[in-house]
T-cell receptor, first 116, second 114 residues
Framework: GENVEQHPSTLSVQEGDSAVIKCTYS??????FPWYKQELGKRPQLIID?????GEKKDQRIAVTLNKTAKHFSLHITETQPEDSAVYFC???????????????FGAGTRLAVHP | GAVVSQHPSRVICKSGTSVKIECRSL??????MFWYRQFPKQSLMLMAT?????????EQGVEKDKFLINHASLTLSTLTVTSAHPEDSSFYIC??????????FGPGTRLTVL
């Protein structure tokens, strides 16, 4: 089955700096890659996603890149702000034909701290 | 759009009792819902996939007789933790699937078993 690895586990940056979180996946058939932000005790919130037919997607200060050949994708946050501090999870979704039922396999998470 | 509610938000129960958690998609129909468990400072671990009108599909290592899932309508799935024990204490989160891949999460239920 699909396996997702995420690095780093913790990331500390100064306000205004950029933050990059990387994930690799094992199932080359996976075709959907969302990123979630989770604040303490709260639900995961979808912040950006990318499908396998696209190499890059951007939404204001957040961007995601996908390299299908290398089976890795990354989250880029520019001009970080203290309110960006949270745990970020990447995920990969195997396609339906492999019995995936649209399920998501999550990475271990990255705890991002943005210091003023 | 894409609002998912979960009830209760917190529950404390005695060891050996059963607890039911409800997950509802409020503004869309969800043929598929998912149940996750999250231990402190860990990732979300998929427990089972719940399909409306059919049996749930459980992930390896998850006891289907202990974690009963019912998906009776397109907007409601329930998870019942039977004969709960302290090691079942965790944060349980549901999600509702929309379209081909998107999942929208409920606010979670913190279960504490004494």
């Amino acid at each position: 089955g699909e396996n997702v690895e995420q690095h780093p586990s913790t990331l500390s940056v100064q306000e205004g700096d950029s933050a990059v979180i990387k994930c690799t996946y094992s199932d080359s058939a996976s075709n959907y890659f969302p990123w979630y932000k989770q604040e303490l005790g709260k639900r995961p919130q979808l912040i950006i996603d990318i499908r396998s037919n696209v190499g890059e997607k951007k939404d204001q200060r957040i961007a995601v890149t996908l390299n299908k050949t290398a089976k890795h994708f990354s989250l880029h946050i520019t001009e970080t702000q203290p309110e960006d501090s949270a745990v970020y999870f990447c995920a990969a979704s195997p396609p339906l034909f492999s019995g995936g039922y649209n399920k998501l396999i999550f990475g271990a998470g990255t705890r991002l701290a943005v210091h003023p | 759009g894409a609002v998912v509610s979960q009830h209760p938000s917190r529950v404390i129960c005695k060891s050996g009792t059963s607890v039911k958690i409800e997950c509802r998609s409020l503004d869309f129909q969800a043929t598929t819902m998912f149940w996750y468990r999250q231990f402190p400072k860990q990732s979300l671990m998929l427990m089972a996939t719940s399909n409306e009108g059919s049996k749930a599909t459980y992930e390896q290592g998850v006891e289907k007789d202990k974690f009963l899932i019912n998906h009776a309508s397109l907007t409601l799935s329930t998870l019942t933790v039977t004969s709960a024990h302290p090691e079942d204490s965790s944060f349980y989160i549901c999600s509702a699937g929309r379209g081909e891949n998107e999942q929208f999460f409920g606010p979670g239920t913190r279960l504490t078993v004494l």
